[in-house]
């Protein structure tokens, strides 16, 4: 049975060394639907005790190698048991990733189908992964270079794709031989705590996977200022990111982080109208631009600037926004009132800077979205590169318009950010699109395309996006030691210190 039709629409919150436990403190923590403010879930809400148990289980778990020491073959069947299991509960994992997050149903089940991709690709990546034979130039010697699990992983997941960035983190994770204590967001916990369900019932061995629900900055500490933790996977604000890497530098723990993007979406005049208007608007309120890579900088050829924007502005206005779980809905609202406040604050501080507001700008009218915190899809035309709104993350339905002449000033405007997550090129010239994504500083480019990936392909940023890769191969390397065996099979004096 998964969380939400628990009942008493409770969990303890806490999953340490194979059971359900209640926090030391009995703290808990009510479950918001943002779709009407509901309360649709009371969870246990740990402390740093908690935590600090929930490391120590991790930690015995990998020293005594109840993970490392299966076979990779024996760590995909897991995987691949678990892909089962997330297919089996798809439509009640995405109800419970829509009432949590606000996002809709369509989203949802794609983002569960996309849940059970990485797990099935990592179960099929760690199995045909070899080790790597060196040539030394000496026949008597054989030298292989084969990896490890890294240890005890602290895996810290945002509230924007629950269940499918705590996933990109355990796949590997487990597909690797690590153990793990997960954190998901305490604002949207259900997915996760509804995943380690079906982890349990997977047959995943008491203490490889943990989850501790609670506070980031009371629980944080604890998984992240810890000699027991051997890497941290943290996905969320630059602040915390930044604050997580400078905790984690007094012991040398390995951090991978990836830290949100502004990212631009760049539309020459010969590209294809239609697919560009429907992907610029897809790219920026999606999820109500609650995406990471949501292509919220829009630099567009001025000789088409004024039709698009007008189209744009014509098309923003249509836009279905309402709950989740209303089929007719095209996007649900923002995860929580105080994030609408900060989105709110963003609008205002645009046009306080020049900006032009020409869609959307407020809260829409319908009272039966009153209890919700729904922001309509916005637009500020007449932007300019040194604004803050168009250099920091709203993570809001803000779309900021930039106009540039030539290709050079289309590249520099891209480039001009702290961030470098991904970005996106339209045109009809393929010499230009190769010129433009080649010269982009960001993690992902799409020519022609906007906000698809797939499980094989690295995701990470350049600048303050973050450093290291999740997905790919080096999303599993992120969870590997790499050792160098040199085995000399023909053992003789060597003569340095000869007598
Ligand atoms: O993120 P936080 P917030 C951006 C987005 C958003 C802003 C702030 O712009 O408006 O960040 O969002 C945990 N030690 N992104 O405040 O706090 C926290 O509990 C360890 C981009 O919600 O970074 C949660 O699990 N962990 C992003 C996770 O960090 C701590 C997605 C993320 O929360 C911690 C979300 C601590 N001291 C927001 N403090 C993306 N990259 O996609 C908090 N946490």
């Known amino acids: 049975m998964l969380p939400h039709d628990e009942p008493a629409l409770g969990s303890p919150g806490l999953y340490i ?33 908690d935590a600090v148990r929930a490391v120590a289980a991790a930690r015995a778990a990998f020293d005594e190698g109840r993970w490392a020491a299966t076979t990779s073959e024996e ?10 299991l997330l297919a089996v509960h798809r439509d009640e994992l995405a109800r419970i990733e829509t009432l949590d997050t606000g996002k ?14 990485v797990f099935r690709y990592y179960a099929h990546l760690v199995t045909t992964d070899a080790d790597r034979l060196v040539d030394t130039g000496n026949p008597a010697v054989i030298s292989r270079v084969v990896h490890e699990p890294v240890g005890v992983c602290a895996l810290i997941a945002p509230w924007n794709y629950p269940l499918l960035q705590m996933s990109w983190k355990i796949a590997p994770a487990l597909a690797a031989g690590c153990t793990m204590v997960m954190k998901p967001s305490e604002v949207t916990p259900l997915s996760t705590l509804a995943l380690v369900r079906l982890l349990d019932r997977a047959g995943v061995p008491p203490g490889v996977v943990n989850l501790v629900q609670g506070d980031g900055a009371v629980v944080g500490p604890a998984l992240t200022e810890t000699p027991d933790v051997d890497l941290i996977s943290f996905t969320g604000g630059p602040a915390t990111g930044a604050a997580i890497a400078r ?39 999606l999820h109500s631009g609650q995406v990471c890579s949501a292509g919220t900088r829009l630099i567009v050829h001025a000789s088409i600037a004024e039709a698009f924007v007008a189209e744009l502005v014509r098309r923003a206005a249509l836009i279905r926004v309402g709950p989740g779980t209303d089929p007719s809905s095209q996007t649900g609202p923002l995860v929580s009132p105080e994030h609408r406040a900060k989105v709110e604050a963003y609008v205002a501080l645009g046009i306080s800077e020049g900006a032009v507001l020409v869609a959307g700008g407020g809260r829409p009218a319908d009272p039966r979205l009153a209890d919700g915190s729904y922001y309509l899809p916005t637009i500020l035309d007449h932007c300019r590169r040194d604004m803050r709104i168009v250099q920091e993350e709203t993570f809001g ?61 690295e995701w990470g940023g350049f600048g303050r996006s973050g450093n290291g890769r999740e997905l790919g191969p080096s999303g599993l390397a992120e969870y590997r030691e790499t050792k160098h065996i040199w085995h000399n099979t023909a053992p003789a004096v060597g003569g340095w210190f000869a007598e």
């Open 75 to 84: 760590r995909a069947a897991l995987l691949v048991r678990l892909a089962g």
């Open 17 to 49: 060394d194979g059971n359900w436990v209640h926090p030391a403190g009995g703290g808990t923590r009510q479950i918001h639907d943002p779709a009407d403010g509901t309360v649709i879930a009371v969870v246990g809400e740990a402390d740093r005790a």
């Open 247 to 285: 905790g984690a530098a007094a012991n040398v723990t390995r951090v991978t982080l990836e830290l949100g993007g502004k990212n631009p979406h760049i539309v020459f005049a010969d590209a294809d109208y239609d697919s560009a208007v429907d992907a610029v608007l897809t790219g920026a309120f």
């Open 397 to 457: 339905p803000i779309l900021t318009v930039e106009r540039f002449e030539t290709e050079a000033e289309a590249v520099a405007l891209g480039n001009d950010t702290s961030y470098g997550l991904a970005a996106g090129v339209r045109t009809g010239d393929p010499a230009r699109g190769e010129r433009v994504v080649r010269a982009l500083r960001h993690g992902t480019v799409w020519l022609n395309d906007f906000g698809t990936y797939t499980p094989g392909a």
């Open 104 to 117: 809709t149903l369509r989203e949802s089940l794609l983002d569960i189908d996309d849940v059970i991709a």
